[in-house]
């Protein structure tokens, strides 16, 4: 049977296959956080002509499916069929994910006083050449050299194979490249070769993969490139892809999604640089835990079952030709360090990026995403969590949720008086759904206006046409829109509440770890992409971020691929960030007495302890 | 166009595509020790129908070119043919190139009093199961119950991933396998695992591949299998098929020829013992250093050109995938160690074979063959040379020549009186040729009746229809065929006597080197499958082997093999063999003074100074 979409895309369906299977396996790919168990009610598309049988609507309204609107991993095609897939259900790459700071990141190296000094390792050597009376093999001539330099490898055997001819064509006056790690020669080049050595950082994040393209002379970035990771088309979250990688057997289906959104940044980065595969020297990748396993291949089950073991958090630099990027086949790849099952390189980076292990202040790191990751202390000690705040900020688990791209409603602000709303539109375009960012402002904003309770409870009597029994229970019209609605349920402001009160239970249960109160807390760093958007004082008023004076907060961005950066231009930086890993200790929440108590308090606009938010306190009562 | 054989085979041959070509495209296999070149004139074959251009006719007899007899790399179909080809141009494999000597290795073995210790060493831990206390990643785990052993190890990126599921399979307590000199981890396995582990010794002969399947548990060797090295199509000795690697481009030819050759031997032999590929643990090579190079993939081009350079003499323990060799992808691949262009681990084998460095005696060691190699020392010091006696006793640069195979002569006596000969044929056949012994023994009785001179040239005056003028100048008949004579030319007679001056010359220059006399000599050990069918008497009277008692000779069969077996049960003896490689001293005979004349002197029966034969001198005196 065949589909047709309305873009005049064709592609087939074969009968029992949902077309959430079909359009997968064409390599159509569609948002379903669930990964296709009809229970995320993302995947919705209109069936604009054929007919489908329907195992089940999910949450979609009578409006909705009297329009066409179906979820495609319930239908299933029992003809021709044509397709719309509407914009919200589509996985495309939004603009803002990835921020190029070529100049903050040399700053930032510098900083650390670090030297350039790549994975691959270089030494220059002048060998006698061969006579009958000095006739050792050219192995051994190479050794006796390096060992005069004090440098001792191991010889692949398509090293020795290529060297015959290397040592030769370049007089016996070479440049040895080697790994110095894995203590493994790489190549032989003349010795005057300079320049033209590149290297790749990759941030593989669960949503987005940013790959930064660095001048390993200068450290200068030369170019940027971003993608989703379709990992997404499994699910939107690292515990739907375990489950995907470990049930579903598809490990191999993540690992190949992420190489080839890899492969598909670097070709044409290459190409517009006028660059071989050749010149790309190294690779360093940023990852959660999960990623990191996804990406080398590793089953990753027991991060997901108790005791929650990965299979390694350090790993060795092994080589592209390992993971299917296509790159030179002995081009190291280095991955910076995890901690722990849940807190991964990418917050490992994180630590380096913004030096909190460096200074003697009191640091609080927060990465905000599916995965909340928080981490606390100074140049002595550090103490890290990993909260499940849920995918919801991600759009996820929200009738009206989308990720932070075009068509987002990022800002919100309700009238007093007449309880209209006046949005900010991501892209200033039509609204399609809302962000995180603005959930955080509506939630805070319907708080201030009366409309929800401090438990986050609709407040039955409000007056206003906006406030509403909906199909799903009350809930609040963000936007009157052409095509319907656009409204935050009691089921979508629960969800929000559970996300912000896991954020700030993990930051209360890791104070009251260290013994500390908030007022020590000298500065707080925001990481990830969810950060660019986020409204401090809103954040804090619905009590997700500590009440903290707002110069004390810091956006700090994509801090994983600028660990990843770091870790690529210096040896250094690499043991700077093994050793601020090793530092980092974890503490698992889920079996740690007393974060239920801390999840508990936090259920509530901004905490049921008013007294840990003093300036919310001071505004509400002031008002 | 199409060449059907007289035993039905078809194969289709090109325009201005040589016959021999064309055979060798489609894998018929014919002698050429030119490698095609049209010089050596071994590749005679028969056309029975059809034309033929001809381009030369070498040096085939007028009889010969009138039966239909043609040079195939010298012959183009002109349209299609039918062909024979004659027993002594086809290549087959004779039944005694290996001999197994379990027993006799066992006890060699024994005598070193070294331990059972492959190349794959194995480690078994307990570890403790992750808790929510305890729960560093599994790597980490292992890592720590390792380092509680001493053992540390480099992690291939495959054994992380298969790790994850091994030790829980295992219940963490498991057996680890890893190769030591590459400090790799190779794989885990259930601790109480026992048995089933086997290992391939194998000699890499420039005209015969041997493999030993051994039993690793106790050394036992399981069975033996050999085959001619398919390298042989490109060339009979090693200067012809560096020649070929080099100038023809065919190092992957040659390279894939005798993996082929060792994976044809391997599978059948695996298949009669019911084991299966994972069940070899490891791989031993042993063979020259120009067969190293091409099992390895190495340019072999500076092993031929002054000043005679080795890609490497030690070679790493590499890994099966990394050969083609069919076997488990990280199979440890260990090679017995060189000592320079022309001595190779073949001889450092038979070094630890014979345990002349072992002992306080001077020993003499010889492998006679095309490149004959000779080693003299002690336990103290060793001195070794090459001296390239040519392919003649291998059979080629001889008109009659051929291997030690069935149908070859390898035993003359020619009656005093009536000069009428009485042969022996190596598996009762019909005479096809005559291999190495048999121009031995023809050399020494053409002397001793008188039709050859001191200076090895024929006596014109002797009564004997068996010495008369042929095409290539005066010759004697060995034998009368039916189907032609088999003779023994001036030129043949000249290529023996160079051959046998090398030998004694590089014998003569190591005794002068180290100031020694022929009397101090405690044992000659004679190595080599030529060794089984020399009769030393013979060989002394002649001038090739040095004028000892019989009783100080022994001979050892063949040594590259019992070396290898060595290396493949016992660490002890790799550095054993390393060692003993490392203690050899090479004389470059090509460059050094002196060599000449020694040489120039052999060239004579026995020697120009019969007071080196001094019972040659008694017996000639004593006629």
């Known amino acids: 049977m065949k589909v ?95 921020v190029s700071r070529s100049k903050d990141l040399l700053d930032l190296l510098r900083s650390y006083s670090a030297a350039i000094s790549p994975l691959v390792t ?64 790489l190549f ?50 690292v515990i739907t892809r375990i489950v995907h990688a470990t049930e579903g057997g598809g490990l191999a289906d993540l690992r190949k999604a992420v190489v080839t959104d890899i ?63 296509r790159l030179g086949k002995n081009t190291p790849v280095y991955t910076v360090p995890c901690v722990a099952s849940y807190v991964g390189g990418d917050i490992v980076s994180g630590v380096i990026a913004t030096k909190m292990h460096r200074n003697p202040e ?40 989308m990720r932070a791209t075009e068509g987002a409603i990022e800002s919100i602000r309700i009238d007093p008086d007449t309880l209209e709303t006046e949005i900010e539109v991501i892209g200033e375009s039509k609204p399609l759904g809302i962000c995180g960012s603005g959930m955080i402002d509506a939630l805070s904003e319907m708080f201030l206006r009366g409309i929800l309770d401090q438990r986050g409870k609709f407040v039955r009597e409000t007056q206003s ?42 930051v209360s249960l890791l104070l009251k770890e260290v013994g500390f109160t908030l007022d020590m807390i000298d500065r707080v760093y925001i990481a990830g992409g969810f950060g660019n958007y986020l409204n401090v004082e809103r954040a804090i008023l619905i009590g997700m971020l500590p009440d903290l004076p707002k110069d004390r907060f810091h956006f ?5 691929i600028a660990g990843a950066y770091l870790c690529l231009l210096s040896k250094e930086m690499r043991k700077e960030a093994e050793d601020a890993a090793s530092r980092m200790t974890y503490i698992e929440l889920s079996v740690k007495g007393g974060f239920m108590d801390e999840f508990m308090s936090a259920l509530f606009i901004p905490h049921t302890d008013i007294e840990q938010f003093p300036t919310v306190k001071a505004m509400l009562s002031g008002e």
């Open 4 to 98: 047709t979409f309305t873009d005049g895309r064709e592609i087939t369906v074969a009968e029992g296959e949902s077309l959430y299977e079909a359009f997968k396996r064409h390599e159509v790919y569609i948002t379903a956080s669930c990964g296709g168990k009809g229970t995320c009610g993302k995947c919705r598309i209109r069936i604009v002509d054929g007919d489908c049988s329907i195992r089940s609507h999910g949450k979609l309204s009578q409006e909705e499916r009297d329009s066409g609107m179906v979820l495609a991993c319930q239908s299933f095609a029992e003809g021709d069929l044509v397709v719309d897939i509407p914009v919200e259900s589509r996985l495309t790459v939004g603009d803002k994910i990835a």
């Open 122 to 185: 270089r030494t220059t050597i002048e060998l006698p050449p061969p006579t009958i009376d000095d006739n050792i093999s050219d192995l051994e001539r190479l050794k006796r050299g390096l060992d005069a330099a004090g440098v001792e490898l191991r010889y692949p055997r398509d090293f020795v194979s290529r060297m015959v001819g290397d040592l030769r064509r370049f007089n016996w006056n070479v440049t040895l490249g080697y790994q110095e790690d894995s203590a493994e020669a």
């Open 188 to 237: 032989i080049e003349a010795a005057e070769t300079e320049g033209g050595r590149y290297g790749i950082a990759v941030d593989i994040g669960t949503t987005t993969v940013v790959l930064y393209l660095v001048d390993l002379s200068d450290g200068h970035v030369v170019d940027v490139a971003s993608t989703y990771n379709s990992q997404m088309r499994y699910g939107d979250d």
């Open 263 to 325: 492969n598909d940044l670097i070709a044409p980065l290459l190409k517009r640089h006028g660059l071989e595969t050749a010149h790309i020297e190294s690779v360093v990748i940023s990852g959660n835990t999960t990623m990191a396993h996804l990406f080398w291949g590793f089953n990753p089950a027991y991060i997901r079952e108790e005791p929650y073991i990965p299979a390694a958090n350090s790993f060795p630099v092994w080589k592209a030709s390992e993971t299917g990027i």
């Open 362 to 401: 009191i640091s609080l790191f927060m990465d905000i995403g599916t995965n909340g990751e928080i981490v606390i202390g100074n140049n002595e000690w550090m103490m890290t969590v990993a909260c499940s705040a849920g995918p919801c900020f991600e759009g996820s688990g929200i009738k009206h949720g």
């Open 465 to 506: 046409p906006r406030v509403r029994e909906g199909e799903d229970g009350m809930e609040f019209v963000v936007h009157h829109g052409e095509k319907g609605d656009i409204v935050l349920t009691q089921v979508d402001i629960e969800n929000i509440m559970r996300a912000k009160a896991a954020v700030y239970a993990g």
């Open 556 to 560: 700090m961005g994509n801090t994983s």
